[in-house]
């Protein structure tokens, strides 16, 4: 999340806006020649993006819209998140899916799409069992977004959490916009998971893009760069996790 300050959300200063725009028009021209399409991410989550009690809203929306329109300008915008799973937020910062809360969220997501015309806009949404897919953090921002935006990842105690059929439930709730997008998922390269469970997580992931209403999934990560990170190549960069490259292949998107 780029910030008024010239600090994004890790600590680092920033490119100047001029150059940004290269940078996004090569990122996105290096994407198009490669036959991909670009999920622009642009805020954190609440609290490290808009400030405690939304001090910085105005003045970072300010900077995100403009860093928005950059990539509007390309050809290979499937839709854009605006925020990170905005359930996970820092919870002395940021109250949650109030009223306060929700206009700063509408403020934002305004700028943005208005800056990019015609792309989907979400709000990402970290979550796997039926209470979280149908939660009031999914039907608050529901009337804000375009398309929903799931963030399930892989275990828990070592039973599988993603579960196709919870997503039933999501589809059948009286707010539900039409379509969702698995935006990110994946699985630590070892540890506490099995080869089996990795190929498991990955067929259920092939399982709900079955769905007519699910129209992509992303891998979260192509390297891994620690024992516990995500990612399609192990942590040298340079050799694939087979059981990941296999376990993708039935994935087709829709967007």
Known sequence: MVTANGIDDAGYAYPSMPQMKIQIAQFCDYALQKGMVVLPQMGYQPAQS???????????????????????????????????????????????????????????VAAIREAMPGIPVSVSVGNMSVAELTSSW???????????????????GGTLVLNPSHFSALVSA??????????????????????????????????????????????????????????????????????IVDGIAPWVGRL
Not at 79 to 107: F, K, L, Q
Not at 138 to 156: G, L, R, S
Not at 226 to 234: A, K, P, S, T, V
Request: proline share 5%.
């Open 138 to 156: 999914m039907e608050t921002i529901a009337p804000i977004i375009d398309i929903h935006n799931i963030h399930p990842y892989t275990y828990n």
């Open 174 to 243: 009286p707010w539900f916009k039409g379509r969702f997008v698995i935006g990110e998922t994946g699985i630590p390269v070892s540890g506490a998971y099995t080869t089996q469970q990795q190929t498991d997580h990955l067929a259920s992931i092939a399982t709900v893009l079955a769905m007519p209403e699910c129209v992509g999934a992303v891998l979260y990560g192509a390297t891994a760069t620690n024992i516990n990170d995500f990612g399609m190549l192990d942590i040298t960069g340079a050799n694939p996790r087979q059981q």
């Open 50 to 108: 808009f400030g405690s009690n939304g001090a910085n809203l105005v003045a970072n929306t300010a900077i995100t819209a403009e860093i928005a329109s950059y990539f509007a300008l390309a050809q290979n915008i499937c839709m854009v998140d605006a925020m990170n799973e905005w359930n996970y937020s820092n919870p002395s910062n940021w109250s949650g899916p109030t009223g306060a809360s929700i206009s700063d969220m509408s403020y934002f």
